[in-house]
């Protein structure tokens, strides 16, 4: 069962940034925790960032290390992912689910995610 809805997807110029946000229907209780995902046209989904709800521990990947940025809003349900010096190899469609802490494994099903295409 889809349990988040992604948006704030759009089209931008390198270099620019966007802003994602991923609500979940229910309350995501701490200790919980969430992960960003994207997949690019003809190539398999990736992981993007991930971290645990409530806590301190945070991951991004190498590719995206100092541009993009994982974030909570607990009061609103809200998980983030603020993207910033975008390039051409950033375009993709970006999904956010709940996975198994420590690990990138998605513990809900993927739900439409929020398109992201960025041009030169």
């Known amino acids: 069962q889809v349990q988040q809805v992604e948006s704030g997807g759009g089209s931008v110029q390198a270099g620019g940034s966007l802003r994602l946000s991923c609500v979940s229907r229910i309350k995501i209780a701490y200790g919980n925790c969430m992960g960003w995902f994207r997949q690019a046209p003809g190539k398999e989904r990736e992981p993007v960032a991930r971290?645990?709800?409530?806590?301190?521990?945070?991951v991004v990947v190498d590719s995206v290390k100092g541009r993009f940025t994982i974030s909570e809003d607990n009061a609103e349900n809200t998980v983030f992912l603020q993207m910033n010096n975008l390039t051409r190899e950033d375009t993709a469609v970006y999904y956010c689910?709940?996975?198994?802490?420590?690990?990138?494994?998605?513990?809900?099903?993927w739900g439409q995610g929020t398109q992201v295409t960025v041009s030169s």
């Open positions: 689910v709940l996975v198994s802490c420590g690990t990138w494994r998605p513990r809900t099903a």
């Open positions: 971290m645990n709800i409530g806590g301190p521990s945070k």
